[in-house]
């Protein structure tokens, strides 16, 4: 998923969870993992990242997602009212810590990140290595969808 897609779940659970910041940033981290279960077009973005062949085009999408969703957290945090901005704020962070840890691996080859990348994918690649991935626009498209039905609780 998007890290976008990833830090609106991440504010609709905190402001669910307005009483307990831990417990947002808790689910916000688990909500990661289950939804990148759900197969979402990307997979051929990374295999082309990790061939060498679409590094740039993955440098690109990451970054356009990256600053999309501080464009996100900003209007957010511009223009709702919460309950508690510590428990929205827990429950991005949870939410896109994955993806984050993620790229820093990438980025340090560390020894200490490798078990998080392992595990980003495989709930990642859970269905997508058994039966097929979408197109990157049909995953783009569901993203979006997934998105408004979000951003519609949101606030």
């Known amino acids: 998923m998007f890290i976008t897609t990833h830090a609106v779940l991440g504010a609709l659970i905190g402001e669910q969870l307005a009483s307990n910041p831990a417990l947002a940033f808790g689910l916000g981290l688990a909500s ?10 990307d997979s ?5 990242y990790v061939a060498g062949s679409k590094v740039r085009r993955a440098l690109a999408l990451v970054s356009i997602d990256g600053i999309m969703t501080v464009l996100f957290v900003l209007f ?5 009212t919460f309950e508690s ?4 704020s827990a429950g991005i962070i949870g939410s ?3 993806d984050l840890l993620v790229g820093l691996y990438e980025l340090t080859r560390s020894p200490k990140l490798r078990p998080f990348h392992r595990v980003h994918f495989f ?6 290595s058994r039966k097929r991935d979408l197109s ?3 995953g783009f ?4 969808v997934f998105l408004a039905a979000i951003l519609s609780r949101v606030g």
Not at 44 to 48: E, N, P, S, T
Not at 85 to 88: D, S
Not at 123 to 128: D, G, R, S, T, Y
């Open 32 to 41: 990661h993992y289950l939804v990148d279960i759900i197969p979402h077009g």
């Open 44 to 48: 051929g973005v990374y295999k082309g």
């Open 76 to 80: 957010l945090f511009n223009t709702q």
């Open 85 to 88: 901005r510590a428990a929205v």
């Open 96 to 98: 896109v810590l994955p």
């Open 123 to 128: 709930f990642h690649n859970l269905i997508v």
């Open 136 to 138: 990157f626009a049909s």
């Open 141 to 144: 498209a569901m993203q979006m």
